[in-house]
């Protein structure tokens, strides 16, 4: 499985960690992961975690279900909670 990889602020990773907010919105910065991000919106990739990372070191991974872009913004919603020592994932940037 492909992975991309964002940092949160401690406001809003606890929220995205407990699934009570289960998505993130983002602004594309043309790296490599807003690539995937959009192979995934098109559907010519089926598979695809996010990894959050919050400024003090704490991590989760979660399966995409939707990529929605309006503008420059991407809206990463998540469906299922993944273990990471359950999954093997490759992260793209």
Not at 3 to 14: G, I
Not at 52 to 72: L, M
Request: hydrophobic fraction near 35%.
């Amino acid at each position: 499985m492909i992975a991309v990889e964002f940092n949160s602020s401690s406001k809003y990773f606890d929220k995205e960690c407990s699934d009570k907010k289960n998505n993130t919105v983002r602004n594309n910065d043309g790296g490599s992961r807003f690539k995937v991000l959009k192979e995934f919106a098109d559907g010519t990739l089926k598979d695809l975690a996010i990894i959050i990372r919050s400024t003090d070191g704490r991590r989760f991974v979660r399966q995409i279900n939707d990529v929605s872009i309006y503008g420059d913004l991407f809206i990463i919603t998540w469906k299922q909670r993944l273990n990471d020592n359950e999954v093997n994932y490759e992260i793209r940037a």
